[in-house]
């Protein structure tokens, strides 16, 4: 029974995450856990402890990974078939966290920000043009926007119907027949 808590099922775990021959399944939940689960978690933290430093830190995070995962969208297809690929996307994931290393911080200040500084006007320009575009489009289907609205609205009353509170809080409904009150005996 030792056997089972030294550590064996962490070592089973890390040698299916680092088979090659494991599966990409597990690989690519480990990247999605460790790349967007952890991150979440800790820029909340970071929000409700009100420290400005863990802040920043995961801002400059999000922007290193938004722009991976940005770049990740057009290449995806292709480079996922190299053997190893959700190997390396993993161990990078985790560099982008590492304190000792602080990778997000080396992607923004080497790469991101001296690219984002020399195109800001022409990424200004093409922002406020998606931006309006988004306004038109919004303003010329707000009939269909109500409408979706309150198909969603209804959707949601039906289900909250169907899920009395009894439901919802877990209890077992009272199933017992009424007791019949001597008025329904009159004729």
Known sequence: MAL????????????????????????????????????VYSTFKAIENRDQNEQHKWLVYWAAYGSFSLVEVFT???ISWFPLYYHVKFAFLVWLQLPTVDGAKQIYNNHLRPFLIRHQARLDRLVGG???????????????IRFVRSMIAK?????????????????????????????????
């Open 76 to 78: 995806d297809k292709l």
């Open 130 to 144: 998606i931006y309006d575009q988004m306004v038109k489009v919004i303003r010329s289907h707000q009939g269909e």
């Open 155 to 187: 959707l949601l009353g039906s289900v909250n119907e169907v899920a009395s509170p009894s439901h919802r809080q877990g209890e077992i409904p009272n199933r017992s027949p009424e007791p019949e009150s001597e008025s329904d005996h009159e004729d």
């Open 4 to 39: 089972i808590g030294s550590g064996l099922a962490s070592e089973v775990g890390l040698r299916v995450l680092l088979s090659p021959l494991g599966s990409n399944i597990v690989l690519r939940t480990a990247c999605c856990s460790v790349g967007i689960g952890l991150p």
